[in-house]
């Protein structure tokens, strides 16, 4: 091992570019140009993470003017939020979490115009619980903690042609991204 640096993959992006959008549209761009046969696309966002700074700003103006105290997500079960919650950064986060939600409609419309959505499988999903305080629907911990506000993360599968009502398929086992694709060990960690 020398000291060459990794090498960058893909267009390089100006600081103030909507990065979901950008990503979405490279993918939605290999979809069109592979719809004729099988095809594999991983889109990894960078979002929500820091730094905060690109961000839609519509969705952010939305956000910015929004009361994100920790009052305002009072439950009376599971942990409570601190009240030092910083709301720029709050908005922020959702913001990016909002312009994610937006582009993978985009791209899920892209799939039903091509008329591959029935043939398609797509995976949502996240790493990790926030990385700082903020509404996490209870659950105790963050990012870097093994509580479940740390580790529970959301998966979504989407396979009309194999998952469904009518399919016969279910699964009623906790699942981890492990599950979806494995990864040969051995191989893996040899660098």
Known sequence: ????????????????????????????????????????????????????GQVPSHEY????????SAKRFFSPKGFPLPDNME????????????GIDDNVGRLLKRLDTLGLTRDTIVVFMTDN?????????????IKGTVYEGGIKAPCFVRWP?????????????IASSIDIMSVETGSFWRM
Do not use: W
């Open 129 to 141: 619980g926030p990385a700082f305080p903020r509404f996490n629907a209870g659950l105790r911990g």
């Open 61 to 68: 103006d939305h956000y910015k003017l929004a009361d994100l």
């Open 1 to 52: 091992m020398g000291s060459e640096q990794p090498q960058a993959v893909g267009p390089q992006l100006p600081m103030d570019t909507d990065e979901a959008r950008s990503f979405t549209d490279a993918a939605m761009a290999f979809v069109e140009a592979n719809r004729r046969q099988p095809f594999f696309a991983c889109l990894a966002y960078n979002a929500p993470h820091e730094p905060l």
């Open 87 to 98: 709301a720029d950064k709050i908005a922020r986060v959702y913001a990016m979490v909002a």
């Open 161 to 173: 042609k194999g998952f469904g009502p009518t399919s016969g398929s279910y699964v009623d086992r």
